[in-house]
């Protein structure tokens, strides 16, 4: 039997479409001590708790695929059992609001009049993180 921890960091913005409402997201989190990245785009028009259930079920079946072992490598069924710890429980309340506050970033950007103030207001979208620890 296998133990995984996962312990999720930070999301940041990597490129986001603003004429489509789209957000290239990408989630830091360690998986037994290794840092790791996963990349998802988040369309504005969906619900974002549903976004984040995707995702961490994403990001956990990524880490079952990546740890399991082969049904011709050993005899012992204990060795096929993988356990997933999700270290800090309260990160997906934090990723929800980790987004409300991306989309409201984007909100802002709508509202700019001047192209000096919109172009400074997008590149300080780009890149924005989220610690979520």
């Known amino acids: ?27 830091h989190y360690d998986e037994k001590g290794k840092a790791s990245v996963y990349r998802k785009a988040y369309s504005m028009d969906n619900d974002m708790e549903k976004f984040i259930q995707g995702s961490i079920k994403e990001i956990l079946q990524k880490a079952r695929e990546k740890h399991g072992i082969g049904v011709d490598d050993d005899d012992n069924f204990l060795n096929y059992y993988i ?25 802002s950007l709508k509202s700019v009049g001047r192209h000096e103030s919109y172009i400074q207001r997008y590149n300080s979208l780009l890149g924005l993180k989220a610690d979520i620890k």
Do not use: P
Not at 12 to 22: S, Y
Not at 99 to 104: G, P, S, T, V, Y
């Open 83 to 107: 356990n997933i710890i999700i270290e800090n429980e309260s990160s997906g309340e934090k990723m929800v609001n980790a987004i409300k506050r991306f989309r409201e970033k984007v909100k």
């Open 1 to 27: 039997m296998e133990t995984v921890n996962i312990r999720f960091n930070s999301m940041e913005v990597e490129k986001a479409d603003l004429r489509r409402g789209i957000l290239d997201i990408a989630f």
